[in-house]
């Protein structure tokens, strides 16, 4: 999967370098290019932003850069027909269904913004270009934060593990919290590695049975009581 990502904070995408999209990155299973959006601007002050048509607090950013900096992306792969993810807090919201829907998509370019947000004739003109597969604008809660930026990290990172050898433990993909099949919609339970007491507290005796289906239907259990504690909007009964 292609990744592109501008921004005009490149070195907050930085990250992605470390861990499990860092791995992903180097083994070459994801092909990682990140674009400082000032660098598609003309004037002294690199200007990126302006005061939004029709009054109110804040700036917009300007689709004039905007427009240079993906098609400058869009020409890196003439064959391919890339996604444009705006990330936004007013975009739908962003699931792990969405990450495993997205898992197998082959160009996806993010598009970061800042401020009060991007010239929304940037979205509309991207969704009408044959040359591109589509706009996704997407939000990942119901919080607001600064820029793109942040939403980009967990956005790629929540993908990258579901791509084939990444997590190198297909199982563990699986058995996630919010992961669909046999425990879809329900949370994880509590796990535990040695020492099997610490501080005075035991590793459930099950766990060191060696009973499977014991194990299994006390770790099912578990989960059922966790989502209905944590999370009683998932409905586990
Ligand atoms: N940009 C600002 N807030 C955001 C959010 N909640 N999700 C995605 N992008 C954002």
Redesign the pocket.
């Known amino acids: 999967m292609r990744v592109d990502v501008v921004s005009i904070f490149p070195a907050y995408l930085d990250a992605l370098e470390l861990s499990l999209v860092g791995r992903a990155a180097h083994s070459g299973v994801i092909d990682l290019h990140v674009h400082d959006l000032r660098d598609f601007t003309h004037d002294r002050h690199r200007t990126v932003d302006d005061t939004p048509y029709g009054g109110g607090p804040g700036m917009v950013m300007s689709p004039v850069p905007w427009g240079e900096a993906l098609d400058h992306v869009r020409a890196q792969v003439p064959d391919e027909r890339p996604v444009l993810v705006i990330?936004?807090?007013s975009?739908r919201l962003f699931a792990q269904s969405t990450a495993t829907a997205w898992s197998t998509d082959t160009w996806l370019v993010f598009a970061c913004?800042r401020y009060e947000g991007i010239d929304s004739r940037v979205a509309e003109h991207y969704a009408q270009r044959a040359d591109w597969a589509g706009v996704r604008e997407?939000?990942?809660?119901d919080?607001?934060?600064a820029?793109?930026e942040a939403?980009v990290l967990v956005i790629v990172e929540a993908i990258a593990r579901l791509l084939p050898g990444v997590l190198g433990n297909e199982e563990s993909v699986r058995d996630d919290s919010f992961a669909t099949g046999a425990m879809s919609d329900l949370l994880e339970g509590p796990v535990y590695t040695k020492p099997p007491e610490w501080r005075g507290l035991d590793v459930p005796d099950v766990l060191l049975s060696g009973h499977h289906g014991q194990i299994a239907q006390w770790r099912e259990e578990r989960s059922r009581e966790r989502t209905a504690d944590m999370r009683p909007d998932l409905g586990a009964s």
């Open positions: 990330p936004t807090p975009g913004g997407v939000s990942i809660g919080y607001v934060l820029g793109g939403a």
